[in-house]
């Protein structure tokens, strides 16, 4: 009767995983070619550890809000009589939005003009008579009365009619239009909404830790996924005066050109502020061994030896990491093969 060697699936899946981490941790080189060569030497890729520029990032996230930006609403109650813009119009200061109807108010207007007009030719009348002393100066000191609360009529008449003119209160780019000719608007209802986009505001959050290295006219970065690729520069504008107690961070206000109307309010844009640049020697992040508190990197000597030494990590950025104690400029790292090599191991350095 055969037997068969049963295996669980859990044990399976380990011997499978133990196998992955192999051969990721493996040489670029070393798969290439398909093995190891050479007796008792394990193949691994080295950086030499350099002194170079490296400038300290600050990364945080920010909403961008139009420079200005306002609701276009009616402030009477009355028909729409005719529009003069349409969806995405791009629109000067004091531009005609919109005309509601205003034939009430063009007649009341009209009447207020004849009436003043008549109570001007009863005041000549009045004074000439006055000068006769014919004429009383309380009869005219009644009539210049009258004449001057109708001015002041008319003036009421022509801010009502003014106000039946929607007009661009600033230069910018119109929303999409809710309204139609006809439509009857109310104050507070919707026409079109307006930004001015030629520059964007963006807030942000910064740790108070950084406030040291933060001042108005510093110089920030933006990005946003929908321009992949595209970097935006702006300035600080304002720092807020007071400091999270929760949160223990500070609100922080930047001006981003926008010429092209890229950016729209609304939009997540990540934030690079740079707040330092330092001289540092540099390595690769991919070098460093962690062993509970402590780093570790490989150096390989001239004896082509692994030497494990420890160092202290200072600032990192995406890839990199400063070096504040235990290499020196030119020593070479391990960056690849670390988990294949041991402290004293021999080596074979590949060429990449």
Do not use: C
């Not at 499978?16 to 070619?33: D, R, S, W």
């Not at 398909?34 to 300290?56: D, I, K, M």
């Amino acid at each position: 009767m055969s037997k068969f060697i049963k295996f669980s699936p859990l044990f399976v899946g380990v011997l499978a995983l133990v196998g992955f981490l192999i051969y990721i941790n493996l040489p670029q080189g070393e798969k290439q070619a398909g093995g190891p060569r050479g007796s008792g030497q394990t193949p691994v890729v080295v950086t030499a550890a350099e002194n170079q520029a490296f400038p300290v990032i600050v990364e945080a996230l920010g909403t961008a809000v139009a420079n200005e930006s306002v609701n276009i609403t009616a402030q009477q109650a009355e028909t729409v009589f005719n529009i003069n813009f349409d969806d995405g119009d791009i629109v000067e200061a004091n531009q005609i939005l919109v005309e509601l109807n205003n034939r009430a108010e063009l007649a009341r207007l009209s009447e207020l003009e004849i009436n003043i007009a008549e109570a001007n030719r009863q005041l000549t009348r009045i004074k000439n008579l006055a000068n006769q002393s014919a004429a009383s100066e309380q009869l005219l000191d009644e009539q210049e009365a009258r004449v001057k609360a109708l001015k002041a009529q008319r003036d009421v008449a022509e801010a009502d009619l003014n106000e039946l003119v929607i007009r661009a209160p600033f230069g910018g780019r119109l929303g999409t239009r809710m309204v139609s000719v006809g439509s009857l608007v109310r104050p507070g209802d919707l026409i079109t909404t307006l930004d001015d986009l030629s520059v964007v505001k963006v807030d942000f959050s910064v740790s108070e830790v950084h406030l040291a290295s933060v001042a108005k006219g510093q110089t920030i970065y933006a990005s946003s996924v929908a321009y992949p690729g595209e970097q935006f520069t702006g300035k600080i504008t304002n720092i807020d005066s007071r400091i999270d107690p929760v949160t223990r961070s500070v609100q922080v206000r930047a001006q981003i050109p926008n010429p092209d109307y890229k950016m729209r309010p609304g939009m997540l844009l990540q934030i690079n502020l740079e707040k330092r640049v330092l001289d540092a020697l540099v390595i690769p992040e991919s070098a460093l061994v962690p062993e509970g508190d402590s780093q570790f990197v490989f150096v390989v000597n001239g004896e082509e030896k692994a030497i494990k030494t420890e160092v202290q990590v200072g600032e990192r950025k995406p890839g990199l990491v400063q070096i504040l104690a235990g290499l020196q400029a030119g020593e070479k790292v391990i960056t690849e093969g670390t988990l294949r090599v041991r402290d004293g191991s021999s080596v074979r350095i590949l060429d990449m």
